[in-house]
Structure formats: structure tokens, C-alpha cells
């Protein structure tokens, strides 16, 4: 087994870490990053990754240079959330699981970058890592499709399950273990993360892009003023059978759980969480609201 730091932030990078531990590895260091304030009290809060590192009884910190004097031989990072300099990555070579093909998807938010652009498949890479962004050669990789009803929680739950098997596969060894790596052929596209805008729901484009939408988890609309987020949604047939729109019905148009969308489709209402209310079932909301004829989303 080897001796590790191990460098993550997010829920997706604890699975991996106790992994590690799991196979019987010796994690010197665990590198997080700051508490933050939360609340109403603004009381500091760990990150997932350290908040199961103190769990695990591991060594902690959130200052990245910690690492070099922790005497291990091999990094591993998962979603840390920050460049790792050549200054340090001079000193102890870091791999890195990243939850998208690459050259696809480099940087902050490939799981859900994949998801709105419809891609049929994505993939977990275990790649070195340098001070580029996402640009280090792959040791080995993983694809798998994504379902067309997976939200991006569930398609990153599978991911992280794939990532934790890798680790498994070709780290007993450390580096002396490793696959050759080949280098990243293509060209690259960029993750940005995920902006507030483009999670409303534009009732113009069709509902299979809306669906992708409401996978993300926070899409919102707009119902009487106030704001409405849908928290699940399908392209599926109501109980009378195939949907169909009619010449006269507008983006937006609210026909039980239809909604009105591009190209002739409809999106299929299923949860939906109204402003300052807890989520509902679409049946429990439209008995409140009772809409009337003609009413629609967006307005």
C-alpha cells in the first residue's frame, strides 16, 4: 500500500477518500478547503471531505503546502477546487479523478455540462495532473451513457462509484503501478460552472432541452409573479395518452401537468417546489393554484 495525501472538497470526493482507507492505504494528509460560514448563525462549517477525514481519525488541513512535508509519494485529487501549483507538484506527483471524457468537459462543472448538452455518454478519467487546467495525460479511463431520466445527483453518484473502482485498480502500487499514460488527443471544451440564468426555463426551446434543465436540480420558472421551481419533469405522456399541442397554445401554456414548449413538445410537470414552500407533487400544487384557462409559466 502506499502513502497518500489526498486533496478534495465536495460530497462527490468523500467516497473516493474512504475508499482509499478502505484498501488499507496510509493517508498522511488530507488538504480541504476552508470552513465556511453558514446559517443563520453564520457558524463555520467543514467541507464533506474534512468533516469525514476528522470521522476517519485523518490528519487535516486546508493550507495546500501542508503537503510537502506529510512524506508521502503520491497525491490523489478529487474536486478540490483549486490549481495545484508547480511548486508543489514538483515535490510529490498528483493524480487526479475527473468526472468527464477529456478533452470534453475540462474544469469546474463537467457532470452537468455533459447533461445539458445532451451528450449520449460521459466518462471518469484517473489523469496526472499539472498546472493546466484538466490538460494531464490519462492513465486510464472509464465511459459510461447517461440516461436520459438521470438528474445530475444520481449520474454523479454512478460516476463516483466508477472513480472509486479505479482508484482501487491501479493504486496499490502508487506510481510504480500505474497504466503508461497517453496523452489527451482533441479538442478541448470548457465546464464552466453552472449560472443561475441558465437554469430558468425558457418555454420557446423544446422539452427535451428543458428537461436536461430541470436534471441540474435548481431550475426555476415563473407562475402569478412569483417564482416556481421544477424539481422533476418528463417528456412522458399524461394518463389520456399522447400529448399534442394545438395551433393556439403558446409557450408557457399550462394544461393540467403539460406545459407548453418548443417545436410542438410538452414537458411534463411531475415535482415542483413554489416560493417559500416546501416541494409538492404537480397533482398537489395545481389543486392549490387551480389555473385558470389560458394561465401560463414564465409570466
Known amino acids: 500500500m502506499v502513502r497518500l495525501v489526498y486533496l478534495g472538497t465536495p460530497e462527490a470526493a468523500v467516497d473516493p477518500l474512504r475508499a482509499l482507507v478502505a484498501a488499507g492505504h496510509d493517508i498522511a494528509l488530507v488538504v480541504s478547503r476552508p470552513d465556511k460560514r453558514r446559517g443563520r448563525g453564520s457558524a463555520l462549517v467543514p467541507s464533506p471531505v474534512k468533516a469525514a477525514a476528522m470521522e476517519l481519525g485523518l490528519p487535516v488541513t486546508d493550507v495546500l503546502e501542508d503537503v510537502l512535508g506529510a512524506g508521502a509519494e503520491l497525491g490523489v485529487v478529487v474536486a478540490y477546487g483549486r490549481i495545484i501549483p508547480a511548486a508543489v507538484l514538483d ?4 493524480v487526479n479523478l475527473h468526472f468527464s471524457r477529456l478533452p470534453r468537459w475540462r474544469g469546474a462543472a463537467p457532470v452537468e455540462r455533459a447533461i445539458l448538452a445532451g451528450d449520449a455518454k460521459t466518462a471518469v478519467c484517473l489523469m496526472a495532473v499539472d498546472v493546466d487546467l484538466d490538460t494531464g495525460a490519462i492513465y486510464a479511463e472509464e465511459d459510461t451513457a447517461i440516461d436520459e431520466n438521470e438528474s445530475v445527483d444520481e449520474l454523479k453518484r454512478r460516476l463516483v462509484g466508477i472513480g472509486c473502482r479505479l482508484l482501487e485498480d491501479h493504486l496499490a502500487d502508487g506510481l510504480a503501478g500505474l497504466p503508461t499514460p497517453r496523452a ?3 479538442e478541448p471544451t470548457y465546464a464552466e460552472k453552472i449560472r443561475s440564468e441558465e437554469l430558468q426555463l425558457h418555454w420557446e426551446m423544446a422539452a427535451a432541452h428543458l428537461r436536461r434543465v430541470v436534471s441540474l436540480g435548481r431550475a426555476w420558472t415563473t407562475f402569478r409573479g412569483k417564482r416556481l421551481r421544477v424539481l422533476r419533469a418528463d417528456r412522458g405522456t399524461p394518463a389520456g395518452g399522447e400529448p399534442t399541442v394545438s395551433e393556439g397554445d403558446s409557450p408557457g401554456a399550462l394544461t393540467g401537468e403539460l406545459v407548453t414548449a418548443g417545436e410542438g413538445t410538452r414537458l411534463r410537470l411531475i415535482t415542483v417546489q413554489p416560493e417559500g ?13 387551480r389555473p385558470e384557462v389560458g394561465e401560463r409559466l414564465g409570466s
Open 277 to 289: 414552500k416546501q416541494p409538492m407533487a404537480v397533482a398537489d400544487w395545481l389543486r392549490g393554484v
Open 184 to 186: 489527451q488527443a482533441g
Open 91 to 94: 515535490r510529490i506527483p498528483m
